[in-house]
């Protein structure tokens, strides 16, 4: 069965430092996107991507993130200048059609020192 | 503002019973409500969805009731096992103002005991 996946499981960077998380959409996918879940918290949204531009974003996802498709495969997300609040669990999810169920990825722990 | 309103935080039922999560959203544009399953150090896991046109949706041992004028839907577990532990997500999207954006609910971590 296809299955979204992330690299790395766990990234620990320090304060300040850029990080690039990577996702792998399942192959037929159109939409894209990152929501990520404190520890103990709830799933929040950061983010969807479709035809290679965002469509929509939250309050969270601010001028120190950005998301890009570098290739046919690929989806990423980059924090350009970590804080310790970033610290979380990211997921990756897509769909086929915007209106169908999004399959999401086991996530990669970030912990900001 | 917390558009999706979770209870309860934590839920333990023994093996055979019945786990009842609610969830109450404020949103009326919401138009598909989803539960999903996470376990540890998981992604959350689509279980079963509905949407306001039925009141009830039941997949084997779960089932979703859904009360539209109160603005409020939850998971029943039926005979519930120890494989079920997990935490348990309400969430919902508009399908018509949205980019498929789900607004989750803050979570219900059941433990089911032998």
């Known amino acids: 069965e296809p299955e979204v996946t992330q690299t790395p499981s766990h990234q620990v960077t320090q304060m300040g430092q850029e990080v690039i998380l990577r996702c792998v959409p399942i192959?037929?996918?159109?939409?894209f996107y990152w929501y990520r879940q404190i520890l103990g918290q709830k799933v929040e949204f950061l983010v969807s991507?479709?035809?290679?531009?965002?469509?929509?974003k939250s309050e969270i996802f601010d001028d120190q993130f950005s998301v890009e498709r570098p290739d046919g495969s690929n989806f990423t997300l980059k924090i350009r200048s970590t804080k310790l609040e970033d610290s979380a669990m990211y997921f990756c999810?897509?769909?086929?059609?915007?209106?169908?169920?999004?399959?999401f990825g086991p996530g990669t722990r970030l912990t900001v020192t | 503002q917390q558009q999706v309103k979770q209870s309860p935080q934590s839920l333990i039922v023994q093996k055979g019973g019945i786990s009842i999560i609610n969830c109450a959203y404020e949103?009326?544009?919401?138009?598909?409500f989803p539960w999903y399953q996470q376990f540890p150090g998981k992604g959350p896991a689509l279980l079963i969805a509905?949407?306001?046109?039925?009141s009830e949706k039941k997949e084997g041992r779960f089932t979703i009731s859904f009360n539209k004028s109160a603005k409020q839907f939850s998971l029943h577990i039926m005979d519930s096992q120890p494989g079920d532990s997990a935490t348990y997500f309400c969430?919902?999207?508009?399908?018509?103002?949205?980019?498929?954006?789900?607004?989750f609910g803050a979570g219900t971590q059941v433990v089911v005991t032998p």
């Open positions: 999810a897509s769909t086929e059609e915007v209106l169908y169920e999004q399959y």
């Open positions: 192959s037929n996918h159109l939409y």
């Open positions: 991507f479709y035809n290679n531009e965002i469509s929509e």
């Open positions: 949103n009326t544009a919401f138009d598909y």
């Open positions: 509905i949407r306001p046109d039925v």
């Open positions: 969430a919902a999207r508009s399908d018509t103002d949205s980019w498929g954006k789900l607004q």
